[in-house]
């Protein structure tokens, strides 16, 4: 088995996601979107796409997105494991024709998430800790489900048919991204119901465990399980 993993910028990277590619053993390539062609899909058995400060309707600022979004579409079609983080799930729910729009408020911080029962997700009808930054979101495409759904954003996670999942939150987070949010954040000083201030995000650090053992699980029964 063999992983593409899209990455659009250097602050926003693999995460945890490189700790369970090496604990398993996984074959994987990263690629950045902004600067390397897009690779023919036939090489690799699933795509990871990260996520990015930039927005899907950003086109003309980011002219490389009309390709990623061909690509991604592509791979859909190829019907191989999909799973797309923040702008990776933007990405995808517009690529399957939803709509993707800038929110009143941004999500900052961590937020306890509901996995629906039905979604066929690690703990299905139970609460996940979860890591945001965003400010876009997504609309649950025509023939996707929704699976995931929190308080503030309701669309935090959705699949369509079998191999694609597209998550609004960041399950990728280790200890160094989440230091890093807190760091901007203070700096920013811009604080809400739904932004956390820095203490506060750092004050449930201890959350990145369970967040990464239910990341393992999802990548493990998405990309393994047949």
Known sequence: MKILIIQHELHTPPGNTLLWLE????????ICADREPFPEPSKFDG?????????????????????EKE???SWIKSEKP??????????????????VSAHEFWEIGWSDLDVLMGSGLPSEGKVIPA???????????KGANLVISGKQWANQGFRFKK????LQF???????????????????????????????????LSDKEA????????????????
């Open 23 to 30: 604990n398993r053993e996984i074959d994987f390539k990263i």
């Open 47 to 67: 795509l990871i796409v990260l996520g990015g400060g930039l927005n899907v309707d950003q086109e003309s600022k980011h002219p490389w997105l009309k390709k």
């Open 71 to 73: 690509f991604i579409l």
């Open 82 to 99: 999909l799973l797309g983080i923040c702008l990776g799930g933007q990405l995808i729910a517009e690529v399957l024709g939803a709509r």
């Open 131 to 141: 890591f945001q930054w965003h400010g876009y979101s997504f609309d649950i495409p």
């Open 163 to 166: 191999h694609v999942l597209g």
């Open 170 to 204: 960041h399950p990728e987070a280790d200890q160094s991204f989440i230091e890093e949010c807190a760091h901007a954040q203070q700096r920013s000083q811009k604080v809400s119901a739904t932004m956390l201030s820095s203490d506060q995000i750092l004050q449930r």
């Open 211 to 226: 967040l990464k053992i239910w990341y393992f699980a999802l990548l493990d029964r998405h990309f393994l399980q047949k």
